[in-house]
């Protein structure tokens, strides 16, 4: 029988009563390894699933691909938040729908990360990883601060402005979205880099090969300003830093509901494309 664990957010209100319904509907279809409300990923990891279902929203689902590690397994999300871009599934529809599971290979889909290594002026360096994007602000007192870009060794811009988004794939309809950055087929192997309010018209969004190592250095920065991986607490990104972005050795594996277009999301809740004229 597939092994199944189920973790769900302590933040959210239906995350129990969500937990007690999907555990029994895999009654006599799985056998559950781990079932709780909490954040201890690593118990997750220890319990030799081979799907993670989660209750929560995208924030819970990036926090246990974190939590995984090197030990990914696939994750499938059950929405209990807003939009839910990777969180694919209501309850409802994993009880109506999720057959599919038990029928034979799980159909995953990978996606790659970003690897973030932080290297201080000092010489010390720290490693994170990002399944959304990392993303550098300007923080207070908020005057532009200024960038250089290079991949490969080869420079590609000095940048003038509010910050710097670099998105993978997964996070291209997260803040890049927001600051006017494109849109990416979630399985594509590239990176999209997003200036956030330029001090300039000619700083457009790239799009480049996940290839490439990216090498992103301050000569400018304010107190305050920062770089931030998946939302996480910000950390310090001062006068000689430097962060060197590249694609990360491990994939995360997503099992999407198969009954949605990779668009579904855009399209329902996003309302994309639907202010257009028919006919």
């Known amino acids: 029988m597939l092994r199944v664990a189920i973790i769900g957010s302590p933040e959210k209100k239906a995350a129990p009563e969500a937990l007690q319904r999907i555990r029994r509907w895999l009654n006599g279809r799985a056998e559950v390894t781990f079932a709780e409300i909490t954040r201890d990923v690593e118990r997750v990891a220890a319990a030799g699933a081979q799907l993670v279902i989660v209750l929560g929203g995208d924030g819970t689902l990036i926090s246990v691909v974190h939590g995984l590690g090197a030990r990914q397994v696939p994750v499938m999300g059950v929405n209990l938040g807003k939009l839910g871009f990777l969180a694919d599934f209501t309850v409802e529809e994993l009880e109506q729908e999720g057959e599919f599971l038990f029928s034979g290979e799980l159909p995953v889909t990978r996606r790659i990360m970003l690897r973030v290594e932080h290297h201080a002026a000092g010489g010390a360096i720290s490693e994170s990883v990002a399944v959304n994007d990392c993303v550098i602000l300007t923080g207070p007192p908020f005057r532009v601060v200024e960038l ?44 999209v880099l997003t200036t956030i309010c330029p ?22 920065a304010n107190p305050g300003t920062a770089f931030v991986v998946d939302g996480q607490a910000p950390r310090s990104f001062a006068f000689g830093d430097q962060l060197v972005l590249s694609r990360h050795p491990s994939t995360f594996g997503i099992v999407r509901n198969p009954r949605h277009s990779p668009w579904h999301a855009l399209r329902r809740k996003l309302k994309w494309g639907q202010g257009l004229a028919t006919g």
Request: proline share 6%.
């Open 199 to 220: 001090h300039g018209l000619s700083y457009r969004p790239l799009v480049i090969s996940s290839e490439r190592k990216i090498t992103i250095g301050v000569t400018r």
């Open 148 to 191: 250089t870009i290079e991949t490969d060794s080869d420079l590609v811009a000095h940048v003038r402005g509010d910050g710097l988004i670099v998105a993978t794939p997964s996070g291209s309809t997260a803040h890049n979205l927001s600051a006017g950055g494109p849109i990416l087929e979630p399985t594509l192997d590239s990176f």
